[in-house]
């Protein structure tokens, strides 16, 4: 597991604790460019609570995260998203008065720099840029397999689909980490296939993902690296093979939910 | 079934026609003159209409920002001799600038900060208008404030006022046409749907808001300008609390979140106001219930038109497309 490369996210000793409860404790780890990681654990273990502090969403209590070896931890959400660092939220949080395209297309608002009277007056510059955003979004509407959903009411498609817009909604912004909070939740077995291989061909465009999984097989099948928090704590970090051999690993899971 | 870009474009000929119809089948002044309210009131709540239906926000003073704009006017040209043109546009200017200072605070943080913001600025701008001595002319106000004028056509009567304001009123709505069609236009949609999501796709929130916010202020103070060379009079009374409800009543009956809503919730609350001043004339406790009345009508439409009359009208007129 040895990388020359500095690592694309720097995960540096981060803690959260909420009133008494420390929900993310002294976890470190680094997530090198165009890897994929899986990070795991029982539920409450503290994932989304460190997309959270990674993201911006939550301060984090002590601790560093590290994009490129430029400091995100203090920056507002909306700056660590610009800077690159997408995101997909385990409850869903798509725009449901949106179509599936708009919603795609928000995702790439990184890009667009109009301002607002060149935009009221819809000045060529504008139209060029949106132009550009389409192409992009479509692209993303694509590359997910949504490309014939694009006018339909957000809201008005599957839950499974719902999933689909907003990793291409992430997509979209061409960014350089990826973070996804289980992707895979609430879908049937037959969109949990379609989502792996989603999930191998986003690996395979050489994007940095992160990607939170309940579903083994999914985790083994696609992640080169897997993480494994429990309780804020972090148990291991090791390929997948080594990661299921691993005895505390089997003693955390089993303990809680009695499966590997 | 109508594409969504031929149902827009459906409309605004539509509107057009009628906004054209009024002056050709009648000339009473009366009636022209509530044309100029409608549109007046109209300039103002297309703005309102786009801080509450995108960007999530009340304004409880956005008859402040109206009057700015009117004594801005009245001032600059009466005191300083300004042309009125000019006095429109600093007067705008100056009003954005002072919205952006109330925005930049509030529109940082979390919940309803502006609208209590605003409340409190609306107050302070009212006493100032009361107690501004010579510079506001007090609670008599201002008199002779002078017609605008191209060269040598004044725009001197209701008419001519109508045939200024109205074509300002179409163009705010294309304008926020061309805004909501954009990306920042998705960007408001997006906060107003999840700020959460806004944020992870790189939107500064605050900003945005800010930007409508400031946007809807230049909006109402050009409004108060046209009102004042209209009148060619300003006073403290109308641009109070009372009216800054009216106001947000517009919107909420129309809706937010549409083109036309801010439009149509102008004219109804304009026509509905006139009705009872006529009914007033014969049965005098009229006059006294339009705020009880439209208080039933913010009930009756939160109710059953929850997203305001143009989205429930048009709604309806989708589901008989469909059947
Ligand atoms: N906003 C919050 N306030 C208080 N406690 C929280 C908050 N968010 C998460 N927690 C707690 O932190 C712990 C970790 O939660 P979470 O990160 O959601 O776990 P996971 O995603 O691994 O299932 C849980 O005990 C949860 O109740
Ligand atoms: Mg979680």
Sequence with gaps: ?260 | MFSERKLELLGFVVAALIVAALPLVTRSNYLLSIGVFIGLYSMVAIGLGLLMGYAGQVSLGHAAFYGLGAYGSAILTLHYGWNAWLAIVVAAFATALVAYLIGMPTLKLHGHYLAMATLGFGIIVRILFNEGGNLTGGPSGLPAIADLNIGSFVFDNDLRIYCLVWPLVLLQVVLSRNLLRSRLGRALRAIHDSEIAARSCAINTGRHKLMVFVLSAIYASVAGSLYAHWVNFVNPHPFGFVFSIELVVMVVVGGGATLWGPVIGAAALTVIDQLLVQLGHVFAPAKDMDVVLFGVIVVLVLLFLPQGLARGLRRKGVARDGA
């Design chain 1, 1 to 260: 597991m040895a990388h020359d490369s500095r690592p694309l996210l720097g995960v540096q000793r981060i803690r959260k604790v909420f009133g008494g409860l420390v929900a993310v404790d002294n976890v470190s780890f680094d997530v090198h460019p165009g890897v994929i990681l899986g990070l795991i654990g029982p539920n409450g273990a503290g994932k989304t609570t460190l997309f959270n502090v990674i993201t911006g969403l939550y301060a984090a209590t002590s601790g560093a995260a590290m994009l490129e070896g430029r400091p995100l931890l203090g920056l507002t959400q909306d700056t660590i998203a610009c800077l690159g660092v997408a995101r997909t939220f385990q409850n869903l949080q798509i725009f449901p008065s949106m179509s599936v395209l708009d919603n795609v297309l928000t995702g790439s608002h990184r890009h667009g720099y109009s301002g607002l009277v060149p935009t009221v007056l819809r000045l060529p510059s504008v139209r060029a840029e949106e132009r550009r955003l389409r192409a992009q979004a479509r692209e993303a509407l694509e590359f997910v397999g949504l490309a014939d959903r694009a006018a339909v009411p957000a809201a008005s498609l599957p839950p499974g689909q719902q999933r689909l817009v907003e990793i291409a909604r992430a997509l979209a912004g061409q960014p350089r980490l990826l973070l996804l909070d289980e992707p895979a939740a609430g879908l049937t077995t037959r969109e949990t296939e379609v989502l792996g291989e989603l999930i191998q061909r986003i690996a395979d465009t050489g994007l940095t993902t992160v990607v939170i999984e309940h579903d083994m097989s999914l985790v083994m099948e696609v992640c080169a690296t897997v993480a494994v928090l429990d309780q804020g704590k972090l148990l291991a970090v090791d390929t997948p093979t080594a990661i299921q051999a691993n005895p505390q690993v089997i003693a955390a899971y089993l303990g809680e939910e009695g499966q590997a």
